[in-house]
């Protein structure tokens, strides 16, 4: 007999307690209720679409153009916010930049940029050292010439 009791107590040590049942009541009726109303308007749409089916197949020569012409519309008109407020953000952060405030990013444009004046300044040495040597060499003639 002890081990029965021993088993009951163990089983009640590890079962839910009552603040975890009653989560688990709520999603079930959550869930349940989500799915009910899932199943409603499924069947609201399908019906919807078996009677309003021929009406619209009637009149597609109308709409076809029309969606066209407001996705067409909506898209240039999502895609001008678009470059705007690319514009404005590049905007401030050049401003933030050439008042010093070290935007984000700055650092590798600074890095960047002393990376393009070395190679400028090696590319005019190297041109100082060999510009003269070409110059001076005799220019051959053309094949046909």
Same mark, same amino acid.
């Given at each position: 007999?002890?081990?029965?009791?021993? /088993? /009951?107590?163990?089983?009640?040590?590890?079962?839910?307690?009552? *603040?975890?049942?009653?989560?688990?009541? *709520?999603?079930?009726?959550?869930?349940?209720?989500?799915?009910?109303?899932?199943?409603? =308007?499924? *069947?609201? =749409?399908? *019906?919807?679409? #078996?009677?309003?089916?021929?009406?619209?197949?009637?009149?597609?020569?109308?709409?076809?153009?029309?969606?066209?012409?407001?996705?067409?519309?909506?898209?240039?008109?999502?895609?001008?916010?678009?470059?705007?407020?690319?514009?404005?953000?590049?905007? =401030?952060?050049?401003?933030?930049?050439?008042?010093?405030?070290?935007?984000?990013?700055?650092?590798?444009?600074?890095?960047?940029?002393?990376? #393009?004046?070395? =190679?400028? &300044?090696?590319?005019?040495?190297?041109?100082?050292?060999?510009?003269?040597?070409?110059? &001076?060499?005799?220019?051959?003639?053309?094949?046909?010439?």
């Amino acid at each position: 007999m002890p081990d029965h009791q021993s /088993l /009951l107590r163990r089983l009640q040590d590890h079962g839910p307690n009552s *603040t975890q049942l009653v989560g688990f009541l *709520t999603l079930v009726v959550s869930g349940g209720i989500l799915l009910l109303l899932t199943g409603v =308007t499924l *069947t609201g =749409t399908i *019906t919807a679409l #078996i009677f309003l089916a021929p009406i619209l197949l009637l009149t597609s020569p109308i709409w076809v153009p029309v969606v066209f012409v407001i996705f067409v519309a909506v898209a240039g008109f999502l895609s001008f916010c678009g470059v705007g407020v690319a514009a404005v953000a590049g905007a =401030t952060w050049m401003y933030k930049y050439f008042s010093g405030r070290h935007p984000v990013g700055s650092d590798r444009v600074d890095y960047a940029r002393s990376r #393009i004046l070395d =190679t400028a &300044s090696r590319v005019k040495d190297y041109a100082g050292e060999y510009g003269g040597y070409l110059q &001076s060499r005799p220019k051959d003639a053309a094949p046909g010439a």
